[in-house]
């Protein structure tokens, strides 16, 4: 079994930053990609940036140049750098991970609980 448990969300100004970590645990062989998702009250989730094992990362449109996604493989975890918020970026998000077990060769999503980010106006 893997956990996910993502943490750094908080309460900050438009124009302000936060840094969101995601640690795995558990039953990990190995990590093909991970990544961020976003959802906001009465939306649909979003996915907002992901990063492959390769080092390769792919960004939602409207946080390009404002969202660094980055990953520590050594302690399988994810971070998500998000400067100059704003207000629209107000919502949960959720770390994911695609994760191999050991002693099994099927590829696992994992998902933490979700951390709220809040930008004010």
């Known amino acids: 079994q893997v956990q996910l448990v993502d943490s750094g969300g908080g309460l900050v100004q438009a124009g302000g930053s936060l840094r969101l970590s995601c640690e795995a645990s558990g039953n990990i062989f190995s990590i093909n990609a991970m990544g961020w998702s976003c959802q906001a009250p009465g939306k649909q989730r979003e996915l907002v940036a992901t990063?492959?094992?390769?080092?390769?990362?792919n960004y939602q449109d409207s946080v390009k140049g404002r969202f660094t996604i980055s990953r520590d493989s050594a302690k399988s975890t994810v971070y998500l750098q998000m400067n100059s918020l704003k207000p629209e970026d107000t919502a949960v998000y959720y770390c994911n991970a695609d994760i191999r077990h050991y002693g099994d060769t099927d590829r696992f999503d994992y998902w933490g609980q979700g951390t709220q980010v809040t930008v004010s106006s």
């Open positions: 990063i492959i094992s390769g080092g390769s990362t």
